[in-house]
């Protein structure tokens, strides 16, 4: 399966911007339906976008990140992205990059390869 490790988190204020990067290896991510998720504490963890291999279907957000949040990924650099904007206290996360091979897996939130996770912290 494939290695996911992310990166880009930190500490931002209110309205800042951050991008996380996650960098595949082991797996062309292009065989992979790819997602972002976060957990903050004492909460579940919660899936934020979900994009597939290429073309159709469109990227998927979460209703709390749409129109702040953009995920995209570069295959010839096998990464994946979220772009984050507008951010607000309650983005304040851990960030894990997640893949599979199946697109029901990954939005049901039991991918097969997870990344270590990225920590976010939003000040207000």
């Known amino acids: 399966q494939v290695q996911l490790v992310e990166s880009g988190g930190g500490s931002v204020q209110a309205g800042g911007s951050l991008r996380l990067s996650c960098k595949a290896s082991?797996?062309?991510?292009?065989?992979?339906?790819m997602g972002w998720f976060r957990q903050a504490p004492g909460k579940e963890r919660e899936g934020v976008a979900f994009?597939?291999?290429?073309?159709?279907?469109?990227?998927v957000y979460a209703d709390s990140v749409k129109g702040r949040f953009t995920i995209s990924k570069d295959n010839a650099e096998n990464k994946l992205y979220l772009e984050m904007s507008s951010l607000k206290p309650e983005d304040t996360a851990m960030y894990y990059c997640?893949?599979?091979?199946?697109?029901?897996?990954?939005?049901?939130?039991?991918?097969?390869?997870w990344g270590q996770g990225t920590q976010v912290t939003v000040s207000s």
């Open positions: 997640a893949a599979d091979p199946a697109s029901y897996k990954l939005q049901e939130g039991q991918p097969n390869s």
């Open positions: 082991g797996g062309t991510i292009n065989w992979y339906y």
């Open positions: 994009i597939g291999r290429d073309g159709p279907p469109a990227p």
